[in-house]
């Protein structure tokens, strides 16, 4: 038997929306679950919606009685490390005490797969580069802390429950659906990309924060993964944790850095607009290099990214409209 019916938690995010669209032309029937405090819209192109929190138990107790689900997909998240700094409180509750509402929730109704949405944040400062799942995890922000708390946390109920999880270690997420549905919109929006483009659209200047980094171009370099890549990703993921009865974090990343520098040339190629660009200087903490290491999941999962070169990730970023009429506004 195969996994049929999915809860996918932050389903009106960014990775959430591309998630459920994966799952729906795969045939899964999903529910989307979301606070609406960052997501925008939820694609009605895909199953059900119910606007909650995580945090809410009897909520969550009452869908969980009411819809049996194979297995969960939790992308519900704060997301921001500069807010994380300022109000960690919120990011411990929102992140770690939410999910282990969640994860109560689901043992209680005897759900016992998970996907969790981790993040290369938990390494912290890279001792070397690429990273593989074994460099050592020291995060720098409660972001990156509450990452690796509720990792800890996983890892501890697979030992003691009938339970089976993977956590993927997304490096920097980026583009679009190449059906042009849906985009990233984040708010703030603080992820290169889109604030490339945006300046292409606006004429506003991007700041560059650092063109001192011993880089060939002084700009610090980011590996890319592109969001389809990530969403195959969590279904090879779901095989293995139904089918294997396995657990275990993996890292997602094309593998590949590109500067700033890269980032902004190759955006303006592909708009054929001129990015005005502001230097600042480099922002604490922000490391010179953070390039990921995916061999694991390629070997273990079969994962293979299709999408994740920098024009491609680019083109589809660009063309990406989001028309209202495919999807639910609330
Ligand atoms: N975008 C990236 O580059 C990236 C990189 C690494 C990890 N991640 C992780 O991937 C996941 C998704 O990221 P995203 O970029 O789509 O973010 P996003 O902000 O677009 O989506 C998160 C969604 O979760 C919802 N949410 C937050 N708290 C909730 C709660 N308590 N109850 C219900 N819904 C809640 C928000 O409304 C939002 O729709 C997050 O867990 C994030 O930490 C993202």
Known sequence: ????????????????SHMLLTLSRAGFKTIAFDNLSSGHRIPMFTGDTVIGDIQNEALLSDLFSRHHFDAVMHFAASIEVGESVMHPEHYYENNVVATLQLLKTMRAHRVCHL????????????????LDEKHPCQPLNPYGRSKYMIEQMLADFAKAYDFHYIALRYFNAAGADPSGLLCEQHTPETHLIPLALQAAKTGQPLTVYGCDYPTSDGTCLRDYIHVNDLCDAHLLALEAVWQQKTSGCYNLGSGQGYSVQEVIDTARLITGLPIPVTYATRRPGDPTRLVANADLAKEQLGWQPRYSDLPTIIKHAWAARAPLDSLLSI
């Open 1 to 16: 038997m195969r996994p049929k019916s999915i809860l996918v938690t932050g389903g009106a995010g960014y990775i959430g």
């Open 115 to 130: 996907i969790f949405s981790s993040s290369a944040a938990i390494y912290g400062e890279p001792i070397y580069t690429p």
